[in-house]
């Protein structure tokens, strides 16, 4: 497609229940990134997939957290047993080559944990 | 962990006024970008600048860096109300991430 897409923009779940947030990247992008933005902070580094190499988890904050990338392609990042703390917003991005030009961002998946 | 970190946190400035951003970071770098939010969600790239490159210019944007310092600046000129917006600076130090700091907030006064 023309951007990064994702889906939900916005989702709100009860705590403990699981969330599946997904980020279609730019067609032809290898490097695929996920971060966390709470209120009025910075971004926080979660996960990178770097064509077919094992993924760098070194940012995922728990072991709820995990993501996959389907076919080099399409991500899905899943958090389980949702906490009020995982109130975010998820923002996926992606880019042609890893460390040679900035990144093209997704508009975000609003998560809220009621 | 924060690797950039803005100064100030926030700026108001009268518009066509210009407007300066700083950004300090800790470790070795190739590269060093700056980014632009609006509303809180996706993020736009606006120019990307190398360890040995020390100054750049894109339309009305000028980044300068200073490697011995480890530091910054983004500089808007004649600024325009469209310019209200939070500005993150991100470092690469090669290991195929890019950390962010925690963002300028900048407003434009009509």
């Known amino acids: 497609g023309a951007g990064v897409s994702q889906s939900p923009s916005n989702k709100v779940t009860e705590k403990g229940k699981d969330v599946e947030l997904r980020c279609d990247p730019i067609?032809?992008?290898?490097?695929l990134y996920w971060y966390r933005q709470s209120l009025g902070q910075g971004l926080e580094f979660l996960i990178y997939?770097?064509?077919?190499?094992?993924?760098?988890k070194s940012g995922l904050p728990s072991d709820r957290f995990s993501a996959e990338r389907t076919g080099g392609s399409v991500s899905t990042l899943t958090i389980q047993r949702t906490q009020q703390e995982d109130s975010a917003v998820y923002l996926c991005?992606?880019?042609?080559?890893?460390?040679?030009?900035?990144?093209?961002f997704g508009s975000g998946t609003r998560l809220t944990v009621v | 962990s924060q690797q950039g970190e803005e100064d100030p946190q926030a700026l108001s400035i009268q518009e066509g006024e210009n407007a300066t951003m700083n950004c300090s970071y800790k470790?070795?770098?190739?590269?060093l970008q700056w980014y632009r939010q609006n509303s809180g969600r996706g993020l736009v790239h606006l120019i990307l600048?190398?360890?040995?490159?020390r100054e750049k210019h894109s339309g009305r944007l000028r980044v300068t860096l200073d490697t011995s310092k480890k530091s910054s600046s983004l500089l808007i000129t004649a600024s325009r109300a469209a310019d209200t917006a939070s500005y993150f600076c991100?470092?690469?130090?090669?290991?195929?991430?890019?950390?962010f700091g925690k963002g300028t907030r900048l407003h434009i006064l009509p």
């Open positions: 997939f770097q064509g077919n190499s094992a993924p760098d």
């Open positions: 991005a992606s880019s042609l080559v890893s460390g040679l030009g900035g990144y093209t």
């Open positions: 470790t070795s770098i190739n590269n």
């Open positions: 067609s032809g992008h290898t490097a």
């Open positions: 991100a470092t690469d130090a090669g290991d195929d991430k890019i950390i």
């Open positions: 600048i190398r360890s040995n490159e």
